[in-house]
């Protein structure tokens, strides 16, 4: 016989549960980042894999391993290229000490007052040591990112064969309602539609935008400074006048009036405006993330993710803000049905 009852062994099991869960998690910390990547493309493939392996009868298998090589092709290769790239040119223009003090000399002309070379050239060099820590090398962390991309996939993998299995578990494990559970699920294929696919096409097209006034307009680098666009784009308050601005007044600085005036009424009239018209547009199909939380997503994110924190910032901090709202509702229809209780055993009195 237990010299425990059955509530006390329910409470023990359940202690050592939650004592368990998070030694779990306290050791997956350093994969947290390829979990949630996981989750967010499972939602982003989710569709698809409906429509190829449950509509149009594909085998499970062959659609999984189809959709997981297409992510590769169109998210990861092209992403640690750019990140390559990005790293190789920003070391390069840390490391040209003739680019810098031209750029400083220029700048002097422009500024009535006197400017710290010293100071300058310190910030600087800290600016492109962070830059370049914020990007994943391929050279530097080949091993840990093929391991994180390992850990992605096979989860991915296993997640889409045995979606309807594991889309009930989340119901059935969920600690809340059935209704609120697909709630959850419907709000966080939204905000994720939103921060990943409308945000990323909105950066991608500003990031386009300048590519292209920059290579039309004659300024070095195109390429290069349309990735930077792009990346900086995923913050409101930032966006793509901190890249075409100092750009456009270095031209008017050595002279190029109309590549400088130019490239102001371009990037003001439109490169700012499109942002606000495919927000419209993309608002109407999934939804819209507030700049407040976007803003304070990447603070959050970035410190932890690094570069991929100007997504996931936001994401967890919007899927933060559903739960509390969730929690919110339930808490309000219990109060209303304790009242209604309470009333009615009143009224029976």
């Known amino acids: ?171 059935k494990y969920a600690p809340f309602r059935e209704q609120n559970a697909l709630r959850f699920g419907d709000e966080m294929r939204n905000t994720t539609y939103a921060n990943v696919l409308g945000q990323g096409l909105i950066c991608l097209v500003q990031g386009s935008l300048v590519s292209l006034s920059f290579y039309v307009l004659g300024y070095k680098d195109p390429m290069f400074w349309g990735v930077i666009t792009t990346f900086i784009s995923f913050v409101p308050v930032l966006g793509p006048p901190v890249v075409f601005v100092p750009a456009a007044i270095l031209q008017i600085a050595n002279g190029n009036n109309f590549a400088g005036w130019a490239m102001l009424v371009f990037g003001f009239v439109v490169i700012i405006n499109i942002d606000n018209v495919l927000r419209f547009m993309i608002a109407k199909k999934v939804g819209n993330i507030h700049p407040i939380i976007t803003v304070i997503g990447v603070i959050i994110g970035i410190p932890l993710f690094g570069i991929l924190g100007l997504v996931f910032g936001p994401l967890l901090l919007s899927y933060f803000i559903l739960l509390v709202k969730i929690y919110e509702t339930s808490t309000l229809a219990s109060e209303r049905l304790e009242r209604i209780k309470t009333n009615n055993e009143h009224s029976e009195l």
């Open 1 to 171: 016989m237990s010299v425990f009852s059955y509530k006390q062994r329910n409470n023990i099991n359940l202690v050592i549960i939650i004592a368990l869960g998070v030694l779990i998690a306290y050791s997956l910390q350093s994969i947290f980042g390829a979990i949630l990547s996981t989750l967010v493309l499972y939602t982003i493939m989710r569709p698809a894999y409906i429509h190829l392996a449950e509509h149009r009868g594909w085998n499970k298998r062959v659609t999984a391993i189809f959709l997981i090589v297409i992510s590769i092709i169109l998210i990861v290769m092209p992403f640690y290229a750019l990140s390559s790239m990005v790293i190789s040119k920003i070391s390069e223009l840390k490391n040209n000490e003739v680019f810098f003090r031209n750029l400083l000399i220029k700048l002097q002309h422009l500024i009535p007052f006197k400017i710290n070379q010293g100071l300058i050239q310190e910030g600087l060099n800290r600016l492109g040591n962070w830059a370049t820590d914020l990007f994943p090398s391929l050279l530097s962390s080949a091993v840990n990112i093929v391991l994180s991309l390992l850990v992605v996939y096979f989860l991915l993998y296993f997640m889409l064969i045995e979606r309807k299995r594991f889309e009930f578990s989340l119901i």
